[in-house]
C-alpha cells in the first residue's frame, strides 16, 4: 500500500542551525506531498506541499522538493528559530485515487536558544 | 467560523459507553474528513465525506464507529460499546472540494477520547 516514512526524532537543535528532515514514500500511482507542522498546543496545519514531480514548496523559510526519481520530500530550513519547536508530519495524498491523506509517524523537533 | 471548530475538545467515558464527537468544517467545504491520533503516532484516515456520502470508509476500524454528514456540513463521528483501545484524539478536517488529490486539507483542534 501507500506509505511514508520519515526520520525519528526527538530531535534537539540549536537556534541558527541547519535543519533537515527526510522523507520518504512508497506509492502505486502519482501522490501529492505534504508537510504537516504541529505546534505546541495547536492543531495540525498545513507547512507546504507539491504537487508534482520537481516542484518546490516553500513557506515560513522551509523548502522541501518533490523528487520523483528518490520518492523523497525532504524538508529543509537553513536557520531554525525557537519558534519552529514543533511536531512535523510528512505526508501524502493519492491523486485520482481517495482523498485520504497517508501521514508518517511525525518527527518532534526541539530548537534552544 | 474561520477554522474547523471540534467539541467537545474532551471526553472521558466508561468502558462499554457510546460517545458521539461533533466537526463543523469550514463553511463552503464540501469535502470532511475525520483521522485519529494515537499518542507518538501520525494520524491516520477513518473516512471521508463528499457532501453528504462517505465517498471512503475504509479506514473504520470496525462496525462500533460510524459517521454522519446529513446535510453536507456538520459531521458526527460515533462510536459504540467503546473500548479502552478506542482512547485518542479524533482530528476532523475539511478541504474545498476534495478532488484531484491536491486540495488543502484544514484541520481542527482534535477531540481528546479517554475510555476508562
Known amino acids: 500500500g501507500n506509505s511514508v516514512t520519515q526520520m525519528e526524532g526527538p530531535v534537539t537543535l540549536s537556534e541558527e542551525a541547519f535543519l533537515t528532515i527526510n522523507c520518504t514514500y512508497t506509492a502505486t500511482g502519482y501522490p501529492s506531498l505534504f508537510w504537516y507542522v504541529q505546534y505546541p498546543g495547536e492543531g495540525l496545519q498545513l507547512l507546504l506541499k507539491?504537487?508534482?514531480?520537481?516542484d518546490k514548496g516553500s513557506n515560513k523559510g522551509f523548502e522541501a522538493t518533490y523528487r520523483k526519481e528518490t520518492t523523497s520530500f525532504h524538508l529543509e530550513k537553513g536557520s531554525v528559530q525557537v519558534s519552529d519547536s514543533a511536531v512535523y508530519f510528512c505526508?501524502?495524498?493519492?491523486?485520482?485515487?481517495?482523498?485520504?491523506?497517508?501521514f508518517g509517524k511525525g518527527m518532534k523537533l526541539t530548537v534552544n536558544p | 467560523g474561520a477554522g474547523v471548530s471540534q467539541t467537545p475538545s474532551n471526553k472521558v467515558t466508561e468502558k462499554g459507553k457510546y460517545v458521539e464527537l461533533r466537526c463543523d468544517p469550514i463553511?463552503?467545504?464540501?469535502?470532511l474528513y475525520w483521522y485519529r491520533q494515537s499518542l507518538g503516532q501520525g494520524p491516520e484516515f477513518l473516512i471521508y465525506f463528499q457532501g453528504t456520502g462517505a465517498a471512503d470508509d475504509s479506514g473504520l476500524p470496525n462496525d462500533r464507529f460510524f459517521a454522519v454528514r446529513p446535510e453536507g456540513s456538520v459531521s458526527t463521528l460515533k462510536i459504540q460499546r467503546t473500548e479502552r483501545g478506542d482512547s485518542a484524539v479524533y482530528l476532523c478536517?475539511?478541504?474545498?472540494?476534495?478532488?484531484?488529490?491536491?486540495?488543502?486539507?484544514?484541520f481542527g483542534p482534535g477531540t481528546r477520547l479517554t475510555v476508562l
Open positions: 478536517a475539511s478541504s474545498l472540494k476534495g478532488v484531484l488529490g491536491t486540495d488543502t486539507q484544514y
Open positions: 507539491a504537487t508534482k514531480a520537481d
Open positions: 463553511s463552503g467545504h464540501t469535502a
Open positions: 505526508a501524502l495524498i493519492m491523486q485520482g485515487g481517495s482523498e485520504k491523506l497517508v
